[in-house]
């Protein structure tokens, strides 16, 4: 009984596991594409996607909001960028990362 309660724990370690692992991914895919997507000029930055990885397993997407818009809060001569990751493996999940840019900077 011993053997199957640490087998049944072994199995629970391993999937949890590979969800951390896929939300790793998911996080290090956001944060990429919001850098990418802040080193662009303030005039250039739009929304975009989604774009799926190589693999089918990822897809990002990025909504780009003037600063009047976003957040309910007006603040002028900026843009909040929302860069969404989805993922399906153990159902559906996604990872959300936000950035507020200002122009000029």
């Not at 999937?15 to 850098?35: C, F, K, V």
């Not at 397993?57 to 909001?65: D, E, R």
């Amino acid at each position: 009984i011993g053997f199957l309660a640490v087998g049944s724990m072994q199995i629970a370690a391993i999937n949890g596991n590979a969800g951390a692992r896929e939300a790793t991914e998911a996080a290090t895919r956001a944060t990429d594409q919001l850098e990418t997507l802040i080193a662009l000029p303030y005039e250039s930055i739009v929304s975009g996607g989604p774009v799926t990885d190589a693999d089918g397993v990822y897809s990002t997407s990025w909504a780009v909001l003037d600063g009047t818009a976003a957040l309910n809060t007006p603040l002028p001569n900026t843009k909040t960028i929302t860069v969404t990751v989805t993922w399906l493996q153990r159902g559906p999940r996604s990872f959300v990362a936000t950035y507020m840019k200002a122009n000029n900077l």
